[in-house]
């Protein structure tokens, strides 16, 4: 794979206004909303950082908005690790087999079930090569557009890739691999001089004591992170990065978006005096000690201490179990009359924000609508 054709670059200006916009996945809806959110124009530069396809609802219809808006000149869509494996496996006849078992045990919505939606295929009734062919007959043009997306784009002092660059010199010699996929980019860092501005990793994962998924905005890094989770966290939340310029002054700031819903507090809620540190991944798995209604009595297993875990969070891979989301035993503390913004709702609790902290309350104190 030759990396440098695939990066492309663009003249810099005195002034201009740019928006990024990374893991939409699928999510047409909130995408369309954030755009109007942060009053993106008509000489606006827009980046898509990678994976808009996969694990949301709307992966074939976001495919077609970007397709659309991919002929305007300040519209740019790079691509993520999502993108390149789904480029991998309809790119060659021989990953026909490989396709089909990703189409049976994938644990999300794909762009897979717009297509065979569309196509009416019975998949019984035919076999991997001939779905292969068939699906990349049918749409070529899909697949060509995301198997020719540039995978760096290099803008002023800015650095826009999806997963992250190596730690070498030039960044453009930087791994395939790294540049869709590199987890944790942000702890290992860079030796550019350039911002960096990354998707892949969700923020959230970063933060020990939060389950933002707010942006992350270190300038002594020189790194930028803007994945909200979205269609991936229950806590999940889309970004969108906005850079002005003007000059020599450059001002940094972000928008997001969430497909929670709107509540009230109809009676306060006292709740959890210091915020405790997250349970979540790679340090999830939990030892069940008392199971309970609402709340279980778990063993974290990493380092023996107790914590509440909520029942529906909890699941066992066959051999042990583990929270399957970003998890805090944390109660909102809230007046009546507050507003709240609900995530979920588990048994007879809520999960919301409120101040862009996120934690239980009972479902019977609060009221939507209201």
């Known amino acids: 794979m030759d990396v440098r054709s695939r990066i492309i670059e663009l003249p810099t200006y005195e002034k201009y206004r740019l928006i990024v916009m990374s893991d939409i996945h699928g999510g047409l809806n909130s995408y369309k909303k954030l755009t109007e959110k942060v009053k993106l124009a008509e000489n606006d530069y827009l980046i898509i950082l990678g994976d808009f396809i996969e694990k949301g609802p709307y992966s074939k219809k976001l495919l077609e908005e970007l397709k659309k808006i991919s002929k305007h000149k300040n519209r740019i869509i790079i691509s993520g690790n999502c993108e390149a494996f789904i480029s991998y496996l309809m790119k060659d006849i021989n990953h026909c087999e490989k396709m089909y078992k990703y189409m049976g045990n994938k644990p999300y919505r794909s762009i897979f079930d717009d297509w065979i939606g569309e196509l009416n295929v019975n998949l019984d009734e035919t076999t991997p090569e001939e779905l292969h062919i068939r699906i990349n007959k049918v749409y070529k043009e899909d697949i060509d557009f995301i198997s020719t997306l540039p995978i760096g784009l290099e803008f002023d002092k800015f650095i826009f890739v999806h997963g992250g660059i190596d730690y070498i010199n030039d960044w453009k010699d930087s791994s395939f691999r790294t540049l869709l996929a590199c987890d944790e980019f942000y702890k290992k860092g860079h030796k550019s001089d350039k911002i960096v501005v990354v998707g892949h990793w969700p923020t959230s994962n970063y933060k020990g004591f939060s389950g933002s998924g707010d942006v992350i905005i270190d300038k002594e890094k020189r790194i930028i992170c803007i994945d909200g989770g979205y269609a991936v966290k229950i806590k999940g939340q889309m970004n969108a990065l906005i850079i002005e310029k003007d000059g020599g002054n450059y001002n940094i700031s972000s928008e997001k978006i969430d497909d929670f819903t709107k509540y009230k507090v109809i009676e306060e809620n006292k709740g959890s005096e210091k915020i405790p540190e997250k349970l979540g991944w790679p340090c999830n798995k939990i030892r069940i000690i008392e199971k309970k209604e609402e709340f279980s009595l778990c063993e974290r297993i990493h380092n023996g201490e107790y914590i509440n875990v909520k029942n529906e969070l909890i699941e066992f891979d066959g051999k042990e179990y583990y929270c399957n989301q970003d998890y805090q035993e944390y109660f909102l503390t809230v007046n009546k ?21 996120y934690g239980w309350i009972e479902t019977r104190k609060i009221s939507v609508g209201e």
């Open 337 to 357: 009359g507050d507003e709240i913004r609900v995530a979920g709702i588990y048994g007879k609790y809520a999960l919301a924000r409120f101040k862009d902290e």
